[in-house]
Every structure is written in structure tokens, then in C-alpha cells.
């Protein structure tokens, strides 16, 4: 799959799981569960204990029926483990360039974090291919779409801050996918065991998403 058909997949599944996993075993458990419940668009961030080792099994596991990523990239390393471990898109929750020009030389889809209109711009210079804008929290729906004015055509995802009462809000304001983290698979859920808990939180947002398209 080349970068191309990957953020076209993104932007047809409109969700992004954002999983932080305590263990590799309760990583793959959360996975399950959100498959089951619809979401089938999975990034894996590099906080996750043996992160490239869960990568490798999920694709084991999954192929091509999920979009699986790896996210929080913060060293230019990051970038290679996680084409090496099957990646299909890449994600930094902050801009440097040295990670930047890294994720970019993957041939990945590159997702890179930024806040600010300077560091949308600066982003967008070193070949990201969408922006993460994060914290989403820190400014909501309405920062986003004052961020659309001056940039109308770049792919903006959110990230931090959605969950299933503001869903509507972010795809009104432009956004082309959101990322969600513990609002749609809490670590606290898993290590108890609840795992039905997530397949109906996954059922829910896949709803969310899918409503909030077809008001558009």
C-alpha cells in the first residue's frame, strides 16, 4: 500500500485508535476488542512496552484488514523500526526536523505533530504528509477550523481531546480523520479486564464517525 492509498484509507475510516498499552499481551487484548467493535484503524505508539514486537504480531494477525500505524515517534530512529516492524503510517506528536526528514524517508505516510500556525507550516515544509494537530484539547474544534483559513487544503487530524461528544464538532470544523486515546480504549479498562467495555466504546465511536460524516 503505497502513502497515497494509505491516507485515502485513513480518511475513509475517519478514526484512529490511539493505543498506549501496559504489556505487550494486554496491547494485543485492546486490539482485539477494538477490531471487534468496528475500529479498525490502529496506531501503536513507541511508549507501549516492546512496541515493534506488537507491530510485527499484529500483522501476523490482521494484515491487511487493519490500517495499523506506530505513533508518538520522538527519535529519527523511531522512523526505520517502525518500517522494519510493517508500519503503514508514521506519526510524531511534536515537530523537529531531523524526525521529520527520517519519517519522511520511510515512504510512509507521515503524520506529523504540531500546534501553532508556524508549526503547521514548518511541518507541511518537511513533507508531512497530514498534520496531527495536538493538543486538540488545548484549542477544540473552533481552533481547528480557524487553523482551515489560512491552510484550507491540508490534512488536519486531531488528536487529544476527542471523544464521542465532540466527534461532531472536529469533522465539522475540517477534519479530515481524529485520533482517539483513552476515551475510546482506557489502559484502566484493559488491566481490569473489561474488555466488553471497549468493544462497545469501539461500536460507539465507529457509530460517532459515521453519523457525523453523513451531517456534513
Known amino acids: 500500500m503505497n502513502k497515497q492509498e494509505t491516507l485515502e484509507r485513513i480518511r475513509q475510516l475517519g478514526l484512529l485508535a490511539v493505543l498506549r498499552g501496559p504489556d505487550p499481551e494486554t496491547t494485543l487484548r485492546m486490539v482485539k476488542a477494538l477490531v471487534e467493535g468496528g475500529v479498525l484503524g490502529i496506531e501503536i505508539t513507541f511508549t507501549t512496552p516492546e512496541a515493534v514486537q506488537i507491530v510485527r504480531r499484529l500483522n501476523d494477525l490482521y494484515g ?3 490500517l495499523l500505524g ?3 515517534l520522538t527519535e529519527p530512529e523511531h522512523a526505520a523500526l517502525a518500517l522494519d516492524a510493517g ?7 511534536h515537530f523537529d526536523p531531523n524526525l521529520a526528514q527520517a519519517m519522511r524517508e520511510t515512504g510512509l505516510a507521515a503524520m506529523i505533530g504540531a500546534f501553532t500556525p508556524s508549526e503547521v507550516m514548518q511541518a507541511k515544509r518537511a513533507g508531512a504528509d497530514a498534520i496531527k494537530i495536538f493538543p486538540g484539547s488545548l484549542g477544540g474544534p473552533s481552533y481547528l477550523k480557524t487553523l482551515r483559513g489560512p491552510f484550507p487544503d491540508l490534512l488536519l487530524m486531531p488528536t487529544g481531546g476527542v471523544d464521542l461528544d465532540n466527534i461532531r464538532a472536529w469533522f465539522a ?3 479530515f480523520a481524529v485520533g482517539a486515546g483513552s476515551s475510546l480504549c482506557a489502559r484502566d479498562l484493559a488491566l481490569q479486564g473489561r474488555f466488553d467495555e471497549i468493544i462497545a466504546r469501539a ?3 465507529t457509530r460517532a464517525v459515521a453519523d457525523a460524516r453523513l451531517s456534513l
Do not use: K, N, Q
Open 64 to 66: 491487511e484488514r487493519i
Open 70 to 72: 506506530m505513533g508518538t
Open 87 to 93: 508500519a503503514c503510517f508514521l506519526v510524531s506528536p
Open 173 to 175: 470544523a475540517g477534519a
Open 203 to 205: 461500536e460507539a465511536f
